[in-house]
Every structure is written in structure tokens, then in C-alpha cells.
């Protein structure tokens, strides 16, 4: 499989919902999960996504350190790569 990119995780997290003012498009990289409107609910849904589209798992207390969209993408390419 390619890379994980920003843009592949930004169709995951629309899909989990998204707050409607926030610039998604925008560089959010190292904007922090809960201000982009997620909760942990949320991030386990993206987290099952993420697995589903890549075959990376993310256990719950990794998820739970995971967090921007950077350390995500870093985790699951990191993950890839060592497949």
C-alpha cells in the first residue's frame, strides 16, 4: 500500500462528522483531535476506518496519545512501512 496522507484521513474524519466553522481544508496537521470537533467515540470510529482502508490496527491507549493528524498519519505510514 502508498503512503497514508493527510488527504486520506481527512475523508475518514468527514465521514465521522466535523465541526461545520472549521476550515478542514486548511492546514490542520497540528491542530489537536478535540479541536477539530472529535471525541473519543469519534476517534475510535476513525480509528476502525483507518484499519479497515490500511490493515493497521490502533489499540486504545495508542489511540488515546495520538493527538493531531500529523502523529496519526506518522503512526499508520510508520506501521505501513513495516509491513
Known amino acids: 500500500m502508498s503512503a497514508f496522507t493527510?488527504?486520506?484521513?481527512?475523508?475518514?474524519?468527514r465521514s465521522?462528522?466535523?465541526?461545520?466553522?472549521?476550515?478542514?481544508?486548511?492546514d490542520i496537521n497540528d491542530t489537536?483531535?478535540?479541536?477539530?470537533?472529535?471525541?473519543s467515540l469519534a476517534?475510535?470510529?476513525i480509528a476502525s476506518l483507518i484499519e479497515r482502508q490500511?490493515?493497521?490496527s490502533i489499540d486504545d491507549d495508542t489511540l488515546s496519545a495520538l493527538d493531531t493528524p500529523r502523529?496519526?498519519?506518522?503512526y499508520v505510514n510508520?506501521?505501513?512501512?513495516a509491513a
Open 32 to 39: 489537536h483531535i478535540a479541536k477539530l470537533g472529535y471525541d
Open 43 to 45: 476517534m475510535l470510529q
Open 16 to 26: 465521522c462528522g466535523v465541526e461545520e466553522s472549521l476550515d478542514f481544508d486548511g
Open 54 to 56: 490500511t490493515s493497521v
Open 71 to 74: 502523529e496519526i498519519i506518522d
Open 6 to 13: 493527510l488527504d486520506d484521513l481527512r475523508v475518514i474524519m
Open 78 to 81: 510508520a506501521r505501513i512501512e
